[in-house]
T-cell receptor, first 113, second 117 residues
Framework: AQSVTQLDSQVPVFEEAPVELRCNYS??????LFWYVQYPNQGLQLLLK??????LVKGINGFEAEFNKSQTSFHLRKPSVHISDTAEYFC???????????FGTGTRLTIIP | DVKVTQSSRYLVKRTGEKVFLECVQD?????MFWYRQDPGLGLRLIYF???????EKGDIPEGYSVSREKKERFSLILESASTNQTSMYLC????????????????FGDGTRLSIL
């Protein structure tokens, strides 16, 4: 069964500094990959997705992620964070032919002014 | 834009009560999902429905049931609420695999924070 690991449960970053949130998944079968963001007291909002094609995908709010098949990773990056990026970020994976998503446990990003 | 609407943002119930959480989506999606979100555990799938009256157990179905009588509506039922079911509940929807849009992501509602006293 697929599993998703987000090793960092909390990441504090100074405002305007770069950030990388790590995501690794277990299965080497073909997958779709997603990052979701959850602002306080809200549901999950899609940040970006990898379905096929270019391994570097760009999302909303200046975020991007790179799919690395050999390392089974899909790390999320932003070159310069803002206070408004304070939120919890979830990585999710779906195997081809499967309707269901497997989520990581989330990374809470805190921006320090 | 896809809209997934959960009927309550906050709900307080007592142990032993039968609790209904309602979810409606407006995009004619085949699939609907109920998740439970707890700190440090991420999102865990309770039940999944891929068509009207069709359902499939997720990872943590114990203590829950679901109902899907219409395509746009998916209800989660706590038959006899217990304190360990205090949690955030999230509903999501997505197109079916066979529709040609099956690679598209799940869309989420704003969640229902349920407290069982």
């Amino acid at each position: 069964a697929q599993s998703v690991t987000q090793l960092d449960s909390q990441v504090p970053v100074f405002e305007e500094a770069p950030v990388e949130l790590r995501c690794n998944y277990s299965s080497s079968v073909s997958v779709y990959l997603f990052w979701y963001v959850q602002y306080p007291n809200q549901g999950l909002q899609l940040l970006l997705k990898y379905l096929s094609g270019s391994t570097l995908v760009k999302g909303i709010n200046g975020f991007e992620a790179e799919f690395n098949k050999s390392q089974t990773s899909f790390h999320l990056r932003k070159p310069s964070v803002h206070i408004s990026d304070t939120a919890e970020y979830f990585c999710a994976v779906r195997d081809f032919g499967n309707e269901k998503l497997t989520f990581g446990t989330g990374t809470r990003l805190t921006i320090i002014p | 834009d896809v809209k997934v609407t959960q009927s309550s943002r906050y709900l307080v119930k007592r142990t032993g009560e039968k609790v209904f959480l309602e979810c409606v989506q407006d995009m004619d999606h085949e699939n609907m999902f109920w998740y439970r979100q707890d700190p440090g555990l991420g999102l865990r799938l309770i039940y999944f429905s891929y068509d009207v009256k069709m359902k499939e157990k997720g990872d943590i179905p114990e203590g829950y049931s679901v109902s899907r009588e219409k395509k746009e509506r998916f209800s989660l039922i706590l038959e006899s609420a217990s304190t360990n079911q205090t949690s955030m509940y999230l509903c999501a929807s997505s197109p079916g695999l066979w529709t040609g849009e099956g690679s598209q992501p799940q869309h989420f509602g704003d969640g229902t924070r349920l407290s069982i006293l």
